[in-house]
T-cell receptor, first 117, second 112 residues
Framework: DTAVSQTPKYLVTQMGNDKSIKCEQNLGHDTMYWYKQDSKKFLKIMFSYNNKELIINETVPNRFSPKSPDKAHLNLHINSLELGDSAVYFC????????????????FGPGTRLLVL | GENVGLHLPTLSVQEGDNSIINCAYSNSASDYFIWYKQESGKGPQFIIDIRSNMDKRQGQRVTVLLNKTVKHLSLQIAATQPGDSAVYFCAETVFGNEKLTFGTGTRLTIIP
């Protein structure tokens, strides 16, 4: 009954390749996010989608293209991978209407560890 | 133990002692603050939150203090346990906003 799930958990690939990371949430949330965490543990938002529409794009290179087929899924496709893309990528979700009465917060997935060689 | 820092600082505390983790936030317009715990190999997990109309909020073994005058947030963990070992992040936002801004994090190690 995982709330926010990501696949794959580990991804090792060569520079120049194209890869995708998938995220699904079963919380009924309407907003989803992608974050990048670097080797120093710094967490930075990349994208946010609300009901399949892009609402935040934090000057991420256009090699990164998020896709939201429905409000429960937010996938991240990365073209022409570079060494600097190596990081842990976290998906998160939030109920923007706070219908569940829970804290106004984001719920994170377990992360995808990407290593570009 | 108590620690403040801009890079990922490390705080070591004896099991059973209390710990205090500090955070300086950047945006004076922020009115909602959250503490997250990130264990090794996992995603950040919500611990406790506080809105700017409060200066203290208590949970189970955790207390968050907010000082808006100096833009400072702290997380107190009472009677620490080995399971408290993790990286702790503060995050700030304007309530209802989609965007969270995270602090740099503090690595807390509980010494058995």
């Amino acid at each position: 009954d995982t709330a926010v799930s990501q696949t794959p958990k580990y991804l090792v690939t060569q520079m120049g390749n194209d890869k995708s990371i998938k995220c699904e949430q079963n919380l009924g949330h309407d907003t989803m996010y992608w974050y990048k965490q670097d080797s120093k543990k710094f967490l930075k938002i990349m994208f946010s989608y609300n009901n399949k529409e892009l609402i935040i794009n934090e000057t991420v290179p256009n090699r990164f293209s998020p896709k939201s087929p429905d409000k429960a899924h937010l996938n991240l496709h990365i073209n022409s991978l570079e060494l600097g893309d190596s990081a842990v990528y976290f998906c998160a979700s939030r109920d923007s209407y706070n219908r569940g009465g829970l804290p106004e917060t984001q719920y994170f997935g377990p992360g995808t560890r990407l290593l570009v060689l | 133990g108590e620690n403040v820092g801009l890079h990922l600082p490390t705080l070591s505390v004896q099991e059973g002692d209390n710990s205090i983790i500090n955070c300086a936030y950047s945006n004076s317009a922020s009115d909602y603050f959250i503490w997250y715990k990130q264990e090794s190999g996992k995603g950040p997990q919500f611990i406790i939150d506080i809105r700017s109309n409060m200066d203290k909020r208590q949970g189970q073994r955790v207390t968050v203090l907010l000082n808006k005058t100096v833009k400072h947030l702290s997380l107190q963990i009472a009677a620490t346990q080995p399971g408290d070992s993790a990286v702790y992040f503060c995050a700030e936002t304007v309530f209802g906003n989609e965007k969270l801004t995270f602090g740099t994090g503090t690595r807390l190690t509980i010494i058995p």
